[in-house]
């Protein structure tokens, strides 16, 4: 069983909810990289998002597209951030899941990104912009090792797309909790429970939730229902702007969840 | 994947609708002014001194460029969805125009995504774009030119996706764009196929097409491509074939996946995309359309690139010579056509497509040159 599964078993065991946090890879540096992801450890995140930067970020907002500039100007490349991963796995527990968009796994060599991915200790994969329908070669590879293959679902995926998007999944199932980009405004009505309550007719797997999420109110609102909640633009920024109430953001974040 | 799956069954639905397709011909009549002429450019052939040369006038169009054909034809499709509002990236500015016009014509709302380099050296086209009633957005992300207005466009359709409809410019980004921007586009070649066959009573033995994306190429390629013509796909090789400086993804570029699409891709070793340069924002992109490399590995079209510096020649040549002046996109296709004309028989015939015209370039272009306007 790998790291995901059993982070998200123990958590339905005591009716608790995955808290999230995502930390662009070498935004500033790959030192503070490690560091950020230790200090994630400690305050208490289940699973740790690392972001793999790419000249071409089509489904994030302005906020990761600038720590994306920041680390592909101080030459970060998928291959330095799996390096990253090695480098922390001995002093980090939790599972660590990279997004990454396509292009660079593609140049990488699927077959080879798989072998040293898990290698190093990564324990899951979102792509954004691979589909499922696409993404044939890369889940034959994965599901070779305990690589979580994570698929996304928009809220304009019908019934049938979950069911596809879902039977893709591993580790877990990421809803986007808005139709747009990372970092966008999050409404907070009742549709984002009731897409829910749709997929979880349609799935055990568990889900969680990203894409808006920057408060503890709204991470607060929207652990009600998911599995758990992924914070990434909000973390991000504070991470650029006062890099020293990080922790205080990362506290109040996992009170809320 | 579902908002593509919706159009491409409104498209194929479409493409045998005897309404739909009766009120796109009526359009292409009365509104572009289809069809744009078969022009024998006599003075420019006798210039180079070899085979004769042909301008397909897509410099003619309502517009000014090829763009009109694909955006009128995507603005009825955008209508028949119930969209409520049309976006678009655009390069030099010409598809931008298009669709605004195509906005305008069909009454729905329209935002264009623009570099922020591009809006500066297409300053004219982004004040046209204003009168149309389009709203301009500039985007001052990445290497600011026409590979991020796109990823700004698709950032806003993933948005609004339900009232909005998405005018890819060319040829390229997940399907069904690259094969319904080509139909829409293959009019050029349907009639410039007829139109040489009544003028000369053969076919030409060359066809030449700048590409960028690549849809002016395809759409003259496409109704030539099971006759024994040859075609010849010309690149952007800005200041020559070194890393952020040129646009020639044959001649620099690799397999690689970006904005939907699996083709080849100026990129680095790690993946990610390399900056291009161009003087010509039109062909200054990362990407080519994906039917491009098919035809380049079939051995079916033949792709090379033209420098600068011999665009601007080529630009100047014509305008000299015929009194057109060109779109530095089509300058590229003519460079080519003053390289190959010279070394080919005198009853060889070379068809050009002339993708659109210059005005927009000529401030541009006096600047490159060193005059004050």
Known sequence: MNRIDKTFKKLRAQNKKAFIPYVMAGDPSLEKSKETVLLFERSGADIVELGVPFSDPLADGPTIQRAAERALQAGVTLRKVIGLVRDIRPDCQIPLVLMTYYNPVFKYGVEGFVRDAVDAGVDGVIIPDLPPEEAGELRRYASATHLATIFLVAPTSTGERIKKIAGASTGFIYYVSITGITGSKLSLDSSIRESLSAIRGITKKPVAVGFGVSTPEEAKAVSESADGVIIGSAIVKKLHESPENLGKLMSELRRAI | ?373
């Open chain 2, 1 to 373: 994947m579902p908002a593509l799956r919706e159009l491409e069954g409104v498209y194929l639905k479409s493409k045998t609708d005897r309404e739909f397709q009766k009120e796109l011909a009526r359009l292409q009549m009365t509104y572009v002014g289809r069809p744009t002429p078969l022009y024998y450019a006599k003075r420019f052939t006798e210039h180079l001194g070899g085979a004769k040369i042909y301008l397909k006038r897509e410099d003619l169009a309502h517009t000014g460029a090829h763009k009109i054909n694909n955006a009128l034809g995507q603005a009825l499709i955008a209508k028949k969805m119930g969209k409520k509002r049309l976006i678009a990236e655009t390069g030099a500015g010409q598809h931008g125009v298009a669709t605004a016009t195509g906005a305008a014509l069909v009454g729905l709302e329209c935002e264009i995504y623009m570099g922020s380099v591009d809006m500066k050296r297409q300053a004219l086209n982004v004040f046209r774009m204003r009168l149309l009633g389009a709203r301009v957005t500039e985007v001052p992300i990445g290497s600011r030119t026409l590979k991020d207005a796109i990823n700004e466009a698709l950032r806003d359709w993933t948005t609004n996706v339900q009232s909005t409809h998405y005018v890819l410019g060319t040829v390229f980004g997940p399907h069904p764009f690259p094969v319904m921007v080509r139909d829409f586009q293959a009019v050029i070649g349907r009639e410039a196929r007829k139109q040489i066959l009544a003028a000369e009573g053969k076919l030409p033995g060359h066809l030449i097409a700048c590409v960028g994306g690549g849809s002016n190429a395809m759409g003259l390629f496409y109704a030539f491509l099971d006759d024994g013509v040859k075609m010849v796909g010309v690149e952007a090789g800005g200041r020559g074939i070194a890393g952020g400086e040129h646009a020639a993804r044959f001649a620099g570029g690799s397999l690689g996946v970006f904005q939907g699409t699996k083709t080849y891709l100026l990129q680095d070793e790690a993946g990610n995309v390399l900056g291009t340069h161009s003087v010509s924002a039109g062909l200054d992109y990362a990407a080519v359309g994906p039917e491009h490399p098919y035809l380049k590995d079939l051995g079916r079209v033949e792709y090379t690139y033209a420098t600068d510096e011999e665009a601007l020649s080529a630009f100047e040549l014509l305008s000299r010579t015929e009194g057109i002046i060109p779109a530095l996109e089509s300058a590229h296709a003519l460079a080519e056509a003053v390289k190959r004309a010279p070394k080919l028989a005198r009853n060889e015939i070379i068809v050009v497509n002339l993708s659109g015209r210059g005005d927009k370039d000529v401030h541009q272009v006096a600047q490159i040159r060193g005059i004050e306007l």
